[in-house]
């Protein structure tokens, strides 16, 4: 259940530095895929990292953020298995939209207001083949 507007204010310094830490793991682990160093270490990181942040992007009512990185957590549950690793288009993909969370945290912390990434959405939703 998302929290309310003043539970937000009250909340919103705490989990910009939560998710600020989410996707720094996400920049990370996501470069050690594109340096072609994919193993099961990085890929639940990958996973837990997008799951808390799609989480908690919805207890805040930041639907954008939440949209992103539950396709995100769709991606990494799946290749958790490793059968499929990721090419590097999904990567730069995957990079390109965690740049776009950063720039999102940004926005939120200055204006409190959320950036679009309906286009990373679609973008990894087409590559994840699933709709969310």
Same mark, same amino acid.
């Given at each position: 259940?998302?929290?309310?507007?003043?539970?937000?204010?009250?909340?919103?310094?705490?989990?910009?530095?939560?998710?600020?830490?989410?996707?720094?793991?996400?920049?990370?682990?996501?470069?050690?895929?594109?340096?072609?160093?994919?193993?099961?270490?990085?890929? *639940?990181? %990958?996973?837990? /990292?997008?799951?808390? #942040?799609?989480?908690?992007?919805?207890?805040?009512?930041?639907? &954008?953020?939440? !949209?992103?990185?539950?396709?995100?957590?769709?991606?990494?549950?799946?290749?958790?298995?490793?059968?499929?690793?990721?090419?590097?288009?999904?990567? *730069?993909? %995957?990079?390109? /939209?965690?740049?776009? #969370?950063?720039?999102?945290?940004?926005?939120?912390?200055?204006? &409190?207001?959320? !950036?679009?990434?309906?286009?990373?959405?679609?973008?990894?939703?087409?590559?994840?083949?699933?709709?969310?």
């Amino acid at each position: 259940m998302p929290l309310s507007q003043e539970e937000r204010i009250k909340y919103k310094a705490l989990y910009l530095k939560a998710a600020r830490a989410y996707v720094k793991e996400l920049e990370i682990n996501l470069t050690l895929l594109q340096e072609g160093k994919e193993a099961k270490e990085p890929m *639940t990181s %990958l996973h837990r /990292a997008a799951h808390s #942040l799609a989480s908690q992007g919805t207890m805040m009512s930041f639907q &954008s953020m939440s !949209s992103v990185t539950s396709v995100m957590e769709k991606l990494f549950e799946g290749r958790k298995t490793m059968e499929h690793p990721f090419s590097q288009d999904a990567i *730069t993909q %995957l990079i390109e /939209a965690t740049t776009h #969370l950063s720039i999102c945290l940004d926005e939120i912390d200055k204006k &409190s207001l959320e !950036s679009d990434l309906s286009q990373d959405v679609e973008k990894l939703q087409m590559l994840a083949e699933i709709s969310v």
